[in-house]
């Protein structure tokens, strides 16, 4: 029996989804390679075709570009292979930015690459004293933020996070080790709307999630398989992994407009678009 993402009758007195420019911070993969294993989707050994990567991901960073939205761009650094996915260097919300601190060692320099970043383009930087690994593990949606734990973030970060952004923080466990972050399971659409894959979390999780976003579009496991869920949304126009056409149908008939790219070659690290793409919410 083929599984297929849901698709929900779009709500009767709903708005057209509305796209806003975004500040985004990319890292050039040019020492993208998978040398170690830190999540399931690595594998050492296995041949990765950096100019390719480079190439995939020059595609999406024009894509943002041609979209209108503002790209700054981070020096990679030598034996920092993971660095291109950005979103897990630091989480920024109202000009405050809150570092990162990596669970594994192979990914710790990362953080002081990105709080010197961020100092010097004139960022109040904040240090965290628990693991987060950034917006990997940390959405914003609204006034609220989503906070995965359960594979890389610890659950004492959450109250931080709380106190310096001065924001909601709602603790969801992730269960399944492909979904490793909660940016492969959760991508947020809208100040009020997600995309989700609920075999992903805890059933207490679930029922978060359920009750706040009752009109959630629901991933099917063969998208959330390609990473489909590792998505970016300017609010109109969602960039998703180009194997995800279950879910891009899903978003096409809710009124989004799906806009795919193709990053096969960084989800041998186990990343999409959202790894890549960290947002500068001023």
Known sequence: MTTVTSILPRPVAATEPVA???HYVMCRPEHFEV????????RPGEPVDRERAV???EAL???YVDLGHRVDLIDPVPGLPDMV???NGATVVDGVVLCARFRHPERAPEAAAHRAFFAAAGYPVVEPRFVNEGEGDLLVVGDVVLAGYGFRTDPRAHAEVAAVFEREVVPLELVDPRYYHLDTAVAVLDDATIAWLP???????QEELRARFPDAVVASPAD????GLNAVSDGRHVVLPAQATGLAAALRERGYEPVPVDLSELLKGGGGPKCCTLEVRS
């Open 20 to 22: 806003r420019p975004r």
């Open 35 to 42: 040398r170690y294993a830190i999540n399931p989707w690595m």
């Open 55 to 57: 190439a995939q991901w």
């Open 61 to 63: 960073r024009q894509t």
């Open 85 to 87: 996915y950005a979103a």
């Open 199 to 205: 075999a992903a979390f805890s059933p207490a999780a």
């Open 224 to 227: 959330a398989a390609v990473l």
